[in-house]
């Protein structure tokens, strides 16, 4: 690793180091692996990976997250929640991700409440703070701490890290709930949320990989792809297999955004 990278990483684990107890809340994606390799070795061993199971995850998603856990050495506290039994998220308002995450996190620290001096991490980076996501207001009015944040790392040099560590995720494409493709104002439930999932499982068939299916009222399915994805989607073979499977979901149009998806990996 080279000097100014491992300069960057030795304060991110120093910034961790002097939080004492740390529990880190763990979805499997670059951000929160990074920081829960640096949280464990930081700590010894001690820290503690908190990982919410809930069905706005695939489940390749929440195993995957299990096993990189168990690659990095650390403790992994799985946590059963279902956010379908939230009024607040069921009803899905432009804050629903708020509800969501205050939720989630008020969940991970009463169950780090028997665990005294436990501060809770989560894997916010620098990029992050320049989008409007509700998801930071709960990160704040709960006192969760950001260390990637505190260490002025941005996205790429989470990547980067990652790769110097031999982290699998540092060219992990960026991953979302399976919720936000369900426009705002629609109500969410299990065969909404299925049905996102078994369509971009259909489109990964195709090596259409960095993909989302968002939907939009009257059951109408919009994808969104990376530049390199068009011309895989296009060819007439998979275009005809792609709008029979989407229709056996149960939307009547299928459309292409377009516009370049972003989070793509650089």
């Not at 969940?107 to 780090?112: I, N």
């Not at 699998?168 to 299925?194: F, Q, V």
């Not at 709008?243 to 998806?261: A, I, N, W």
Request: with cysteine.
């Amino acid at each position: 690793m080279n000097p100014r990278l491992a300069e960057k990483y030795d304060t991110l684990c120093s910034l961790i180091a002097a939080k004492g107890r740390v529990a880190v809340a763990f979805s499997g994606g670059v951000d929160s692996t990074l920081l829960l390799k640096a949280a464990t070795e930081a700590t010894n061993g001690r820290a503690i990976a908190l990982l919410a199971a809930t069905p706005l995850q695939p489940e390749a998603e929440t195993k995957g997250a299990i096993d990189t856990a168990a690659l990095i050495g650390a403790t992994l506290q799985v946590r059963h929640l279902n956010p379908l039994a939230w009024p607040d998220f069921v009803s899905n308002p432009p804050d629903r991700c708020y509800h969501c995450k205050k939720t989630i996190y008020e969940d991970f620290q009463q169950f780090l409440a028997s665990q005294p001096e436990t501060v809770l991490l989560d894997g916010t980076n620098m990029d992050d703070l320049q989008d409007d996501r509700p998801g930071h207001r709960a990160i704040r009015e709960l006192g969760v701490k950001t260390p990637l944040v505190e260490a002025k790392l941005d996205k790429a040099a989470v990547r980067t890290l990652s790769r110097e560590l031999h982290l699998a995720t540092w060219d992990k494409p960026s991953a979302s709930c399976l919720a936000t493709r369900i426009a705002s104002g629609m109500s969410i439930n299990h065969e909404k949320l299925a049905a996102v999932s078994r369509c971009e499982a259909y489109l990964h068939a195709f090596g259409i990989l960095n993909c989302r299916v968002r939907i939009r009222p009257d059951n109408i399915a919009t994808i969104e792809l990376i530049a390199n994805d068009f011309n895989k989607l296009t060819e007439q073979e998979v275009r005809s297999k792609v709008l029979f499977f989407f229709k056996t979901m149960g939307f009547v149009k299928v459309f292409l955004d377009l516009s370049e998806r972003t989070g793509k990996v650089l």
